[in-house]
T-cell receptor, first 112, second 113 residues
């Protein structure tokens, strides 16, 4: 069973700090990696995706991928209370471009 | 101008009943998905269709049957509902190809009494 592991948290950071969310995956064949944000009672919302080793930045968000270590992370700079949500890591698996395996999510709380 | 829309939003029914959930996307995507998110918030793929062809069929009881009348619609029919079917069911869609992000609908919260 291909797995995606995340620290369930909660991860608590003060407003303005950097929040660091981590994810490891077991399928060496995984090609594409996604971070979704899910507010309580809402649907998952795409934050970023990455498929090459290294960093990818979009505004306050930076995704980092290290395929050799099977590790992907999301950094949120200048964290805001509105960033408080569950962050889901998802990776393509089983040799498919379409099959996403999700982690169980990390609950982030940003304290004003 | 909702991108991925599901109906109904809430579904409360009794054990043993049959129910359907509908999903439509207006993004012009070729691929659609059904996910189940259980009470522990774990999101798991159930089915996927690409251009009306079934491409992902996870280990799901055969009481669950997806149907895609066209590439903009993917419905989910559930027979003989059981207590363990209580969950939020999300529909999603994406373009076909590598590294295409999936866009989710608002979910259908199914509660079995």
């Amino acid at each position: 069973q291909k797995e995606v592991e995340q620290n369930s948290g909660p991860l608590s950071v003060p407003e303005g700090a950097i929040a660091s969310l981590n994810c490891t995956y077991s399928d060496r064949g995984s090609q594409s990696f996604f971070w979704y944000r899910q507010y309580s009672g809402k649907s998952p919302e795409l934050i970023m995706f990455i498929y090459s080793n290294g960093d990818k930045e979009d505004g306050r968000f930076t995704a980092q991928l290290n395929k050799a270590s099977q590790y992907v992370s999301l950094l949120i700079r200048d964290s805001q209370p509105s960033d408080s949500a569950t962050y889901l890591c998802a990776v393509t698996s089983g040799g498919s471009n379409y099959k996403l395996t999700f982690g169980k999510g990390t609950l982030l709380t940003v304290n004003p | 101008d909702t991108a991925v829309s599901q109906t109904p939003k809430y579904l409360v029914t009794q054990m043993g009943n049959d129910k359907s959930i509908k999903c439509e996307q207006n993004l012009g995507h070729d691929t659609m998905y059904w996910y189940k998110q259980d009470s522990k918030k774990f999101l798991k793929i159930m089915f996927s269709y690409n251009n009306k062809e079934l491409i992902i069929n996870e280990t799901v009881p055969n009481r669950f049957s997806p149907k895609s009348p066209d590439k903009a619609h993917l419905n989910l029919h559930i027979n003989s509902l059981e207590l363990g079917d209580s969950a939020v069911y999300f529909c999603a869609s994406s373009r076909q190809g590598e590294a295409q992000p999936q866009h989710f609908g608002d979910g259908t919260r199914l509660s079995i009494l």
